[in-house]
């Protein structure tokens, strides 16, 4: 959702776009010691996709490093900087009988902008300064029929500045992520509430969006709202409609965008008669979230992060007789990661799974995830205003679980307990986390 009122910060935005200026300022440099030639940056929104064979348009996402500029999500729009001059917003609002063309601007965000408002995409060359620029986007054939030189189209070497810098957050940033979760965390209660009432997936997912005020597509991501043994499949992506009086868990993963800004956020709820054991796992699920979320700060190594999940996991199915096995057996035999398969957390900001997770330095050097969890998303070094998730995560899945049967680390498994336990699915924890000069700042659980 984009303009919201009541959180924004003239001076914050002002200070975000002054910022935004000398890192693109500093790319350029970046290229230009390297013997390019550019000179500015032409930044494209995108363009509008269809359905294949139909004149159905898919729901459209504008381009992250668009979005750093500013909170316009519609399709092609234009953000031209060179050094020493304003940034430029070249707006294309098409004169249109079938359509809402209208792009509302608000004082906060246009006034940073020299604005040139342009009827259409053809009208944009002109408009253009001379000199190479570079083009930033996802429609290579309109770079070339502007002009733009091959190389000059999405430089890797810039890509790669560009996406190690958008980990490390301006205030304006901050506060957009902040109000994003504490508008998840409204739908959220309602959502708990649907499920405590009878609701089903379908109903569940109403209430969050009604209690959020925003439609689906408005969404950041698609939410997954997972009843019993669905809360098993990480990314469940169905709404079932059936009843749901008996259901027992609930496991909901929802955010909210804010101008450009989504918040990720994770809760487990349950009934009173569940398994009584999967009880007590979510208890431990929860206090190992908040254990995590303790040791962030600067200068930890975000797999750092991993590993503690993944031994305070172990020591949760070991304690809770889920494996007959000690925590130290259990890691050894990568025993947890059948039960966490994904990673601790991820990047986020403008995207949910933000860029740069796996870079090392801005030449887009590649800090591998540890060989024992390949789909962990995140391996920087923590940083001061560094923004990610932290979301342990215990499941009984079955495509994973029942192949270890017949292979040796499926005798430290008591079968038993996790028959029974299938029919709870699963669990998972997430808040989203900032890194201050000397610890972290919750910038979910600071709303509930």
Same mark, same amino acid.
């Given at each position: 959702m984009y303009l919201r009122e009541g959180i924004l910060s003239n001076r914050?935005?002002?200070?975000?776009?002054?910022?935004?200026?000398?890192? %693109?300022?500093?790319?350029? /440099? &970046?290229? #230009?010691?390297?013997?390019?030639?550019?000179? $500015? @940056?032409?930044? *494209?929104?995108?363009?509008?996709?269809?359905?294949?064979?139909?004149?159905?348009?898919?729901?459209?996402?504008?381009?992250?490093?668009?979005?750093?500029?500013?909170?316009?999500?519609?399709?092609?729009?234009?953000?031209?900087?060179?050094?020493?001059?304003?940034?430029?917003?070249?707006?294309?609002?098409?004169?249109?009988?079938?359509?809402?063309?209208?792009?509302?601007?608000?004082?906060?965000?246009?006034?940073?902008?020299?604005?040139?408002?342009?009827?259409?995409?053809?009208?944009?060359?002109?408009?253009?300064?001379?000199?190479?620029?570079?083009?930033?986007?996802?429609?290579?054939?309109?770079?070339?029929?502007?002009?733009?030189?091959?190389?000059?189209?999405?430089?890797?070497?810039?890509?790669?500045?560009?996406?190690?810098?958008?980990? %490390?957050?301006?205030?304006? /940033? &901050?506060? #957009?992520?902040?109000?994003?979760?504490?508008? $998840? @965390?409204?739908? *959220?209660?309602?959502?708990?509430?649907?499920?405590l009432d009878g609701g089903n997936e379908y109903m569940i997912h109403r209430a969050f969006l009604d209690t959020c005020?925003?439609?689906?597509?408005?969404?950041?991501?698609?939410?997954?709202?997972?009843?019993?043994?669905?809360?098993?499949?990480?990314?469940?992506?169905?709404?079932?409609?059936?009843?749901?009086?008996?259901?027992?868990?609930?496991?909901?993963?929802?955010?909210?965008?804010?101008?450009?800004?989504?918040?990720?956020?994770?809760?487990?709820?349950?009934?009173?008669?569940?398994?009584?054991?999967?009880?007590?796992?979510?208890?431990?699920?929860?206090?190992?979230?908040?254990?995590?979320?303790g040791l962030a700060k600067p200068g930890i190594v975000y797999s750092e992060l991993h590993s503690a999940a993944l031994a305070g996991i172990a020591s949760l199915l070991s304690e809770l007789d889920i494996c007959n096995a000690s925590a130290e057996t259990l890691i050894d035999q990568q025993v947890p990661q059948l039960f966490m398969p994904h990673g601790v957390g991820h990047l986020l900001g403008i995207q949910v799974h933000d860029v740069g997770g796996h870079q090392a330095d801005i030449s887009g050097t590649r800090q591998q995830p540890p060989s024992h969890s390949p789909t962990l998303r995140n391996t920087r070094e923590l940083a001061e205003n560094m923004v990610f998730t932290i979301e342990p995560g215990c499941y009984f899945i079955p495509l994973l679980l029942e192949p270890q049967r017949i292979q040796a680390s499926g005798s430290l498994i008591n079968w038993p307990l996790v028959d029974e336990l299938y029919a709870c699915g699963g669990i998972r924890v997430e808040d989203n986390v900032r890194v201050t000069s000397n610890g972290v700042e919750n910038l979910t659980r600071q709303f509930e």
């Open positions: 914050n935005f002002a200070a975000h776009i002054k910022n935004v200026c000398q890192i %693109y300022e500093q790319g350029l /440099e &970046l290229v #230009q010691s390297a013997g390019g030639e550019i000179d $500015a @940056i032409l930044l *494209h929104s995108g363009s509008e996709q269809f359905y294949y064979s139909d004149d159905r348009v898919i729901p459209f996402q504008a381009f992250g490093h668009f979005c750093h500029w500013l909170p316009a999500n519609r399709p092609d729009q234009f953000v031209y900087f060179a050094p020493g001059s304003k940034p430029v917003y070249l707006q294309i609002v098409p004169n249109d009988y079938w359509y809402e063309q209208t792009i509302e601007m608000a004082d906060w965000w246009a006034s940073e902008f020299e604005i040139i408002r342009l009827g259409s995409i053809t009208e944009l060359e002109s408009q253009l300064p001379a000199g190479n620029a570079a083009y930033l986007g996802s429609n290579q054939q309109l770079a070339v029929q502007l002009g733009i030189a091959p190389d000059a189209i999405n430089p890797l070497q810039l890509l790669h500045f560009l996406d190690f810098q958008r980990a %490390y957050k301006s205030d304006y /940033e &901050l506060e #957009q992520l902040r109000e994003a979760n504490r508008l $998840a @965390i409204t739908g *959220h209660w309602a959502a708990r509430d649907c499920f005020n925003i439609l689906e597509e408005e969404s950041p991501y698609t939410n997954i709202v997972a009843l019993d043994e669905k809360s098993a499949i990480l990314h469940y992506q169905h709404k079932r409609r059936n009843t749901a009086d008996l259901s027992q868990v609930l496991l909901i993963d929802a955010g909210c965008r804010i101008n450009g800004y989504g918040s990720d956020v994770t809760r487990t709820w349950t009934k009173q008669n569940v398994h009584p054991v999967f009880k007590q796992l979510l208890t431990g699920i929860q206090a190992l979230e908040q254990g995590l979320v």
